[in-house]
């Protein structure tokens, strides 16, 4: 299957800093990226499409002033939480669909942990 | 937003016991996918379903599309230790470049040795 690399896997912060996370498609092209947000027991809540080379559409709810996000080329998408604060911390998940067999599985990458502290 | 009835919440089964699972939708989807997650990382595709009715398998585990659309399984085969996990179902209503998926609150699967 295609593989979706995330960057970093974990990343601590102080609260009021921002934080930066990559995901890659590696070996296909993705127009359109997800990032998911998740706590612990629960299932995934989707926060915002990614769209490359347009603005990203967020989800009801989802402050897009906080949680920026670009997509800037086929293969990248980034997610930057601002001004972080503790009930930022959560684990951060992008997906992209693979459309090369014309069926678009969604492929997720490995997950970023971000704690504030 | 939406979310799949996914049952059941937990399972707690002994190692070579067989498994089944399902999710349930009020509404039509046009492709049903199942994901495992393992603590700490992203969820990893086990089976994509795309007609109704289609029944896949991939080594021990076997899913159906329901006929409906509203529906699927996955069931899973004498059980090893390495299945623990959770399984989530989601269904895509893919149309265009709208690939958004709607998941299952997932099923917690415990297998003893």
Same mark, same amino acid.
């Given at each position: 299957? *295609?593989v979706?690399?995330?960057?970093?896997?974990?990343?601590?912060?102080k609260?009021g800093t921002s934080?930066?996370?990559?995901?890659?498609?590696?070996?296909f092209? *993705?127009?359109?990226?997800?990032?998911?947000?998740?706590f612990?027991?629960?299932?995934?809540?989707l926060? *915002?499409?990614?769209?490359?080379?347009?603005?990203?559409?967020?989800?009801?709810?989802?402050e897009?002033?906080? &949680?920026?996000?670009?997509?800037?080329?086929?293969?990248?998408?980034?997610?930057?939480?601002?001004?972080?604060?503790?009930?930022?911390?959560? &684990?951060?998940?992008?997906?992209?669909p693979?459309g090369?067999?014309g069926?678009y599985?969604?492929?997720f990458?490995?997950?970023?942990?971000?704690?504030?502290? | 937003?939406?979310?799949?009835n996914?049952?059941?919440?937990?399972m707690?089964?002994?190692?070579?016991e067989?498994v089944?699972?399902?999710?349930?939708?009020?509404s039509?989807f046009?492709?049903?996918?199942w994901? +495992?997650?393992?603590?700490?990382?992203?969820?990893?595709?086990?089976?994509?379903l795309? +007609?109704?009715?289609?029944l896949?398998?991939?080594?021990?585990?076997?899913a159906?599309? =329901?006929?409906?659309?509203k529906?699927?399984?996955?069931?899973?085969?004498?059980?090893?230790?390495?299945d623990?996990g959770?399984?989530?179902?989601? =269904?895509?209503?893919? =149309? =265009?470049?709208?690939? +958004?998926?709607?998941?299952g +609150?997932g099923t917690?699967l415990t297998?003893?040795?």
């Open positions: 299957g *295609a979706v690399s995330q960057h970093p896997s974990w990343v601590i912060c609260s934080v930066k996370i990559e995901c890659r498609s590696l070996d092209q *993705a127009t359109t990226m997800f990032w998911y947000r998740q612990p027991k629960q299932s995934l809540m926060m *915002a499409t990614s769209n490359e080379g347009s603005k990203a559409t967020y989800e009801q709810g989802v897009k002033d906080k &949680f920026l996000i670009n997509h800037a080329s086929l293969t990248l998408s980034t997610l930057t939480v601002t001004s972080a604060h503790p009930e930022d911390s959560s &684990f951060y998940i992008c997906s992209a693979d090369g067999g069926t599985e969604q492929y990458g490995p997950g970023t942990r971000l704690t504030v502290t | 937003g939406q979310q799949l996914q049952s059941p919440q937990s707690f089964i002994q190692e070579g067989d089944s699972m399902n999710c349930t939708s009020s039509i046009n492709t049903w996918l994901y +495992k997650q393992e603590p700490g990382e992203g969820p990893v595709l086990l089976i994509a795309y +007609k109704a009715g289609e896949t398998s991939n080594g021990r585990l076997t159906q599309f =329901g006929i409906t659309r529906d699927s399984f996955l069931n899973i085969s004498a059980s090893i230790p390495s623990v959770i399984y989530f179902c989601a =269904g895509q209503r893919s =149309g =265009g470049s709208n690939y +958004k998926l709607t998941f +609150k917690l297998v003893n040795p």
